[in-house]
């Protein structure tokens, strides 16, 4: 691609002007400077010959082998047989140029322009001389034609485009993110609803302490007490 835009370059050093007079016939190209065009666009070159009776006319790229895209073989100013190259076909109309009076031009339509499509194309028109029996042509300088990308206002619409992405993502982002933190709040209040503290369990109560007074018992004796009183009839009884 380098390659090609140097060569677009000297071929607009060598396009200077952009009819070449040959005795009395002049041939000329529209557009006739460089033609900035985007991918899968169409650009129309138009070709005109003041000279009488053209015997053909063909269109060329310059600076990729020098070859013929399209010719025309005519007859009486009117199209015989049209001929396009095969990487071409179904990409070039040609049609007659209604704006011209005198001569003979024709309006190429290119159309599906692809980055291989960059180079200087111009073209070239066959003459007959029936007087001195000599064939001649006569080549006009050419139009520069540069296939890019995409222009300003595409690159413009393609930012456009990511900074829509970019804001309906953030968009999203925040709705899912209030969505969670709404779910969580309600899930908290729900649960400090339904939380019931458990009681604190009272503390076991200390174990009785032993019977201050000892316990009498009663003693049994198996023998008599005997008294020395004389009123004291336990004994006896």
């Known amino acids: 691609m380098e390659a090609h835009w140097w060569c677009c370059v000297l071929g607009l050093l060598c396009s200077m002007p952009a009819q070449v007079i040959l005795s009395s016939s002049t041939v000329s190209q529209q557009p006739s400077s460089i033609s900035t065009m985007t991918v899968n666009s169409s650009v129309e070159i138009t070709c005109s010959s003041s000279g009488p009776n053209p015997k053909g006319f063909s269109l060329y790229r310059r600076f990729s082998g020098n070859w013929a895209i399209a010719f025309l073989s005519l007859k009486n100013g009117q199209v015989e047989k049209t001929t396009i190259a095969a990487e071409y076909a ?6 007659p140029d209604p704006q011209r009076s005198g001569g003979c031009g024709f309006t190429l ?7 291989h499509d960059t180079d200087l194309y111009y073209c070239s028109w066959s003459y007959f001389r029936a007087d001195t029996n000599v064939a001649g042509k006569l080549s006009s300088n050419g139009t520069v034609i ?4 995409g222009g300003p206002q595409a690159q413009c619409d ?3 485009s990511d900074f829509i992405y970019i804001a309906l993502s953030v968009t999203a982002f925040t709705v899912v993110l209030l969505l969670l933190i709404v779910a969580l709040i309600v899930r908290c209040r729900r649960f400090k609803m339904n939380f019931r503290p458990a009681r604190r369990a009272p503390p076991p109560r200390p174990g009785r302490p032993p019977h201050a007074c000892p316990r009498q018992t009663l ?5 008599l007490i005997t008294s020395v009183d004389g009123l004291d009839f336990r004994g006896i009884l």
Do not use: A, D, F, K
């Open 219 to 223: 003693q049994h004796c198996p023998y």
């Open 109 to 115: 339509r290119l159309s599906l322009l692809g980055l």
């Open 158 to 160: 393609h930012l456009t």
């Open 90 to 95: 179904g990409r070039i109309s040609v049609s």
């Open 146 to 149: 540069i296939v890019r990308e």
